[in-house]
């Protein structure tokens, strides 16, 4: 029996990016929602860029999850190869604390749409629960256990601040 492809793609340019990308992995986790982590760099292996981005929505893949730092091509020319909806993550670059790569992910021309996210870590948790309420849309279960996160997110907020934190 074929296997069913996970519904997220998780891509990133370099192993250095996992360090962000993995707080959307576990955001993923934390909803039961199945992904694909990979590396494919728009630079370094164009080839795989290409053969990825054409193939996923044939692949069964529902929403591109893609970060990468610096000159930051990656989340735009996935989009420019697949209908699927693609979030970009700006990964924190050592020399620009990112603001390169967040300013090469947002300034699309009209017509190739990347919704891009905020630098770092809660980019990161943010595309990946962007890509859940898009799934939800068609996944009660799903839609359920989003709803429950963000109760127990709520509920873990204090109503006053602790005088204990310096
Ligand atoms: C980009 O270049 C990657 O997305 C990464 O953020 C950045 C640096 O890559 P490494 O030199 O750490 O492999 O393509």
Do not use: C
């Amino acid at each position: 029996m074929a296997e069913t492809s996970p519904p997220v793609a998780i891509i990133m340019g370099s192993q250095s990016d996992w360090a962000t990308m993995r707080h959307a992995a576990e955001a993923l986790d934390a909803l039961a929602i199945p992904y694909d982590a990979r590396i494919v760099s728009a630079h370094r292996t164009p080839e795989r860029l290409f053969a990825f981005a054409k193939g996923a929505k044939a692949e069964g893949f529902k929403v591109v999850i893609a970060g990468a730092g610096g000159a930051a091509h990656l989340p735009g020319m996935a989009a420019s190869l697949t209908p699927l909806p693609v979030f970009g993550v700006p990964v924190e670059s050592k020399a620009l604390s990112g603001q390169d790569s967040l300013l090469s992910i947002v300034q699309m021309p009209a017509g190739i749409p990347v919704g891009t996210l905020a630098i770092g870590r809660a980019g990161a948790v943010n595309a990946a629960l962007l890509a859940a309420a898009v799934l939800a849309l068609s996944d009660e279960k799903l839609a359920e256990r989003l709803d429950a996160y963000r109760a127990r997110q709520s509920a873990g907020i204090a109503e006053r601040p602790s005088r204990e934190d310096a």
